[in-house]
């Protein structure tokens, strides 16, 4: 599986690498993880490549901004946020949203939702 997580920070962007590889690991599924620190970062990584999901973790508007950009190109996207756009992410088709901080329990939850959504489809 293959994921692209595009988050500004550096110490939020590891500590979610190590949950979305815990997850895999007891899911016993291979996982690869791309990170970057924009939108422009993420354009140019979704362009030509058809990644298995996108995580997008930036804050307020920024964070929205990139969310609504990166829906059309990805298959699946989980989007996080210090603010509550949990009615425009329903409406984006969002695969799932949560705000922060970011737990395990949390990113946990919302790989299996997005991985269930994704064998829906």
């Known amino acids: 599986m293959e994921i692209i997580l595009c988050d500004d920070n550096l110490s939020e962007r590891t ?8 997850w895999a690991s007891a899911k016993c599924l291979e996982m690869q993880i791309k ?4 939108w422009v970062e993420l354009a140019a990584a979704l362009e030509g490549k058809d990644w298995d999901m996108v995580i ?3 804050d307020g508007v920024r964070g929205l901004d990139t969310a609504a950009s990166a829906q059309p ?3 699946q996207l989980i989007w996080i946020s210090d603010l509550d756009f949990r009615v ?10 949560f705000m922060k901080p970011v ?10 939702c997005a ?7």
Not at 15 to 22: H, S
């Open 73 to 75: 190109l990805s298959r």
């Open 56 to 58: 997008v973790a930036l």
């Open 15 to 22: 500590l979610m690498i190590d949950y979305i590889l815990k």
């Open 115 to 121: 991985l269930t959504e994704q064998g829906t489809k």
């Open 103 to 112: 737990s395990c329990q949390k990113m946990q939850r919302a790989l299996e």
């Open 35 to 38: 990170t970057c620190k924009d």
């Open 88 to 97: 425009q992410a329903y409406r984006m088709c969002v695969s799932y949203f």
